[in-house]
């Protein structure tokens, strides 16, 4: 067992292996891979890099697991998942604490991600036992027309590292409850965190090889993600990161025309007009915008402030941003923890310099604290940036660092217009106390989801997903989720 940095108080939950078919084994190569704490920079476990090479016996021990597993009662598989979920909510704070060493997020984040993520678990034991067909009497005569549910086969999920346990409990909650198996490839960034899962959803009771997980290095990312999106014993791909990957992604799963889900990225803009209750706005905007250091993919990425609030706003927010205590996520007093990884400082840096190249203002923040003295992990300041223009980087890409950028508007109607001047469309936020400015805002803003006079518009009983460059699919909310790992099949009777 690895000598960890930190104490858990159940050890065998920590896993450096993968799991394929029921046993804990490394790559074929051997080859392992370092596992870095973003807090200090500094290598803390390595996992196993498993590659193409291991795809073929995880694919045949998967699909062997579902011919069983996909004759198991609706009932029992629901009695799993909610075996699944006490446990994971018993190990609720070992679990926050491998994920805060993986991918840098204060504790509270982490075990907020926790309870966030054990909606999903809870929610997919009540709809396995949902799912229904149709009976229908056709015009013809003498005829019944009828439609069974049935699971799709195996699944595979591809994640990424800024919500480790929720974005594999949002797939695998609606792939267990559907009677699918799933293998999870998890981030380089955070192999551990599903590993536990992995552990837990054993000692839950799922048969063998009916969760697997495949932990692979950066390097071998690429090669792994595509062999096990073309295996012919892959029925179905849930993918959830950026859009550049998530195309590359969908090609693949063209070419065998396999069924797949889009969680993308995106570029969410947040309006406050000037009817808005300020304090509210500002704090739900703290929430959001600093959770995870700016990385989420549904967070804030350009402010649009009514011109008559914008300096108030702005001043509200700045004295606001000014409390956050930047440091190691383990630490109690931290407020906002390091990005995951070093490639995102320079991004950050790049949208900050271009920003003021073009009239943009740094408020507050501007610099990577990464390097300077207390500073070993990716640490970047929080930063508010004012003036911002719709033309600047900060508004053309995601920032997906501390980095907010305040842009001023006049009229609703311009709002809009520049809130949808994006090939993103995620999530929308506005803050208003106008009712039929409400409506008309849920109507015109174009996202698959909107929060209105708040922050938080994801829950494991609402439908959550983009439109446009932001993917396609839904995950949560009621039926749609579980159908995306299943098939409907059509039966016609004739009546003698
Ligand atoms: P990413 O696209 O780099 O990685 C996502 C997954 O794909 C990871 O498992 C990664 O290892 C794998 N991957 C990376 N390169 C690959 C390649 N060339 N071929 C095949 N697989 C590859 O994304 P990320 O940096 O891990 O996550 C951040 C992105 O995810 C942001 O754009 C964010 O908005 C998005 N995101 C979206 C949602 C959502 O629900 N819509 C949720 C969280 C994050």
């Given amino acids: 067992m690895a000598n960890l940095p930190f104490k858990l108080n159940n050890p065998e939950l920590f896993r450096d292996k993968a799991l394929v078919g029921g046993n804990w084994i490394d790559s074929k190569t051997s080859k392992r891979f370092d596992v870095v704490d973003p807090g200090n920079g500094k290598v803390w476990a390595t996992a196993p890099d498993m590659g193409p090479d291991d795809v073929d016996d995880a694919l045949k021990a998967s699909h062997a697991a579902f011919q069983d597993y996909r004759k198991v009662n609706p009932r029992t598989r629901a009695q799993w998942l909610l075996k699944w979920d006490q446990l994971i909510r018993e190990n609720r704070d070992d679990l926050a604490q491998i994920v805060t060493y993986e991918c840098g997020k204060p504790i509270f984040e982490s075990q907020g991600e926790l309870d966030y993520?054990?909606?999903?678990?809870?929610?997919?034991?009540?709809?396995?036992?949902?799912?229904?067909?149709?009976?229908?009497?056709?015009?013809?005569?003498?005829?019944?027309?009828?439609?069974?549910?049935?699971?799709?086969?195996?699944?595979?999920?591809?994640?990424?590292?800024?919500?480790?346990?929720?974005?594999?409990?949002?797939?695998?909650?609606?792939?267990?409850?559907?009677?699918?198996?799933?293998?999870?490839?998890?981030?380089?960034e955070t192999p551990f965190s599903v590993g536990a899962l992995a552990y837990l959803a054993e000692k839950a009771g799922f048969p063998k090889g009916v969760f697997s997980v495949m932990p692979t290095s950066l390097e071998t990312t690429p090669a792994l993600s595509e062999s096990l999106c073309r295996h012919p014993l892959t029925k179905k791909v849930t993918f959830t990161g950026s859009t550049r990957v998530g195309k590359l992604v969908a090609k693949i799963c063209s070419d065998g025309l396999k069924k797949c889900t889009l969680e993308l990225g995106g570029n969410c803009p947040f309006l406050v007009f000037d009817d808005a209750d300020l304090e509210q706005a500002a704090t739900q905007l703290m929430a959001l915008k600093w959770r995870h250091a700016g990385q989420a993919c549904i967070t804030a990425n350009r402010v649009y402030v009514q011109k008559g609030v914008y300096e108030k706003f702005t001043q509200i927010l700045s004295a606001k941003t000014k409390e956050l205590v930047v440091g190691h996520g383990a630490d109690k007093k931290t407020t906002m923890g390091p990005v995951t990884t070093d490639r995102s400082l320079d991004k950050a840096a790049a949208q900050v310099e271009d920003a003021q190249k073009n009239g943009g203002k740094v408020l507050l923040g501007g610099k990577k604290l990464h390097g300077t003295p207390g500073y070993d992990g990716y640490f970047f300041e929080p930063t508010v940036i004012t003036g911002a223009k719709d033309s600047m980087l900060i508004a053309r890409e995601e920032t997906f660092a501390p980095v907010m950028a305040l842009f001023e508007f006049d009229t609703e109607e311009e709002a809009v217009q520049r809130a949808n001047d994006t090939s993103m469309g995620l999530a929308s936020y506005f803050f208003t106390k106008n009712v039929d400015r409400t409506w008309r805002l849920l109507e015109n803003l174009e996202a698959g989801m909107i929060g209105m006079n708040t922050g938080n518009s994801s829950a494991a009983e609402s439908p959550f997903g983009g439109i446009k460059e932001s993917g396609y699919g839904k995950e949560s909310g009621k039926d749609v989720a579980i159908q995306e790992y299943m098939i409907t099949k059509t039966g016609t009777l004739t009546l003698s």
């Fill in 117 to 188: 993520a054990l909606g999903f678990t809870w929610w997919f034991a009540g709809e396995a036992e949902r799912v229904q067909g149709t009976m229908q009497v056709p015009a013809a005569p003498g005829r019944r027309v009828f439609t069974v549910k049935q699971p799709i086969g195996v699944a595979v999920a591809l994640v990424p590292w800024n919500f480790p346990i929720a974005m594999i409990l949002r797939k695998a909650g609606a792939a267990l409850a559907a009677g699918c198996t799933m293998i999870v490839k998890p981030s380089p």
